[in-house]
Nanobody
Framework: QVQLVESGGGLVQPGGSLRLSCAASGSIPSINVMGWYRQAPGKERELVATITNGGNTYYADSVKGRFSISRDSAANRMYLQMNSLKPEDTAVYYC?????????WGQGTLVTVSS
């Protein structure tokens, strides 16, 4: 089993920045992909960004140029630097890890972008 715990969410004004963290623990597959997803009120959960063990990244078009995903594999942590935040970025952000045929989710952290 893998446990994922997100942190770093909160209230920020439009144009501001936040940095989310995801701490992984347990039996973490050596080869895995980690990612951030988000779910806004009344909407389906959507992919934000992913990163592989090797550091290959993918971003949704809606966040390209504003968000940056990174990971510290030695510390089993993943990060999401979010800049130039918009009200439409308001959502619960979830950490996900996929490896060895299984997928795990964190409990989510709320990001609210509002003036």
């Amino acid at each position: 089993q893998v446990q994922l715990v997100e942190s770093g969410g909160g209230l920020v004004q439009p144009g501001g920045s936040l940095r989310l963290s995801c701490a992984a623990s347990g039996s973490i597959p050596s080869i895995n992909v980690m990612g951030w997803y988000r779910q806004a009120p009344g909407k389906e959960r959507e992919l934000v960004a992913t990163i592989t063990n090797g550091g290959n990244t993918y971003y949704a078009d809606s966040v390209k140029g504003r968000f940056s995903i990174s990971r510290d594999s030695a510390a089993n942590r993943m990060y999401l630097q979010m800049n130039s935040l918009k009200p439409e970025d308001t959502a619960v952000y979830y950490c996900r890890l996929i490896g060895s045929g299984s997928a795990y989710w964190g409990q989510g952290t709320l990001v609210t972008v509002s003036s």
